[in-house]
């Protein structure tokens, strides 16, 4: 069976990211699926001095997971336009370890945010930039106003949820086993 690794690229306990990560995933018919929080991936902010003291064991250890895995569901969370902080940071370690960081596996590309925006700036950089660190980005998907958009677990705005399914559905016809 195919194994997807689900996450947000977000540290925060109650991350509407990993929420809507969570959702999509659980939306897979046919793909065994881990969720993973980045909180258990803490490690020193990247600098070259900090790598020559040697890489930090979550570091390898986020980037070990990588490999178990034959595609990624990633909903990235924004934060002034960006990444945040922490996936930068792993993002930066994981790609001292291994360039092609997605491994030229399928990646399901997500951003949600409370905004009416729902974090598309980040969405637009990783989309730009992925590919050239391994990503087959199948699709992209964000979701806008959060809080009105998403309750119990769920999308609860019936065009939305639509377009999510069908994302969902074309992203697992391309996973490579
Ligand atoms: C420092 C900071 C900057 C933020 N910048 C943005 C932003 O540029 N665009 C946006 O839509 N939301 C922004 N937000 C709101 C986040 O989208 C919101 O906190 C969201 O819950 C983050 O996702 P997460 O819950 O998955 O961590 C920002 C929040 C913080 C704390």
Same mark, same amino acid.
């Given at each position: 069976m195919k194994k997807i690794l689900a996450f947000a690229g977000s540290t925060s306990s109650t991350s509407i990211n990993k929420q809507l990560a969570t959702f999509a995933a659980e939306n897979l018919k046919n793909t065994y699926f881990d969720v993973i929080d980045l909180r258990d991936f803490s490690m020193p902010v990247y600098s070259s001095d900090e790598e020559q003291n040697g890489f930090p064991e979550n570091a390898i250890k986020f980037n070990a997971l990588l490999? /178990?895995?034959d595609g990624f569901i990633l909903s990235l969370? =924004?934060?002034n336009g960006s990444y945040t902080a922490a996936f930068k940071n792993i993002f930066d370690w994981s790609s001292r370890l291994e360039v092609n960081v997605f491994r030229e596996k399928a990646l399901l590309l997500m951003a @949600? %945010? *409370?905004g009416a925006m729902g974090g598309r700036f980040?969405?637009?950089a990783a989309e730009q930039r992925? *590919?050239?660190q391994g990503a087959k980005t199948i699709t992209t998907f964000s979701l806008p106003s959060f809080y009105d958009n998403f309750k119990e677990g769920k999308i609860? /705005?019936?065009d939305l949820l %639509? @377009?999510?399914k069908t994302k969902v559905v =074309?992203? =697992?016809n391309n996973v490579n086993q």
């Open positions: 490999n /178990n895995y969370a =924004e934060h @949600t %945010s *409370p980040v969405l637009a992925f *590919p050239r609860v /705005n019936d %639509s @377009t999510l =074309e992203f =697992e």
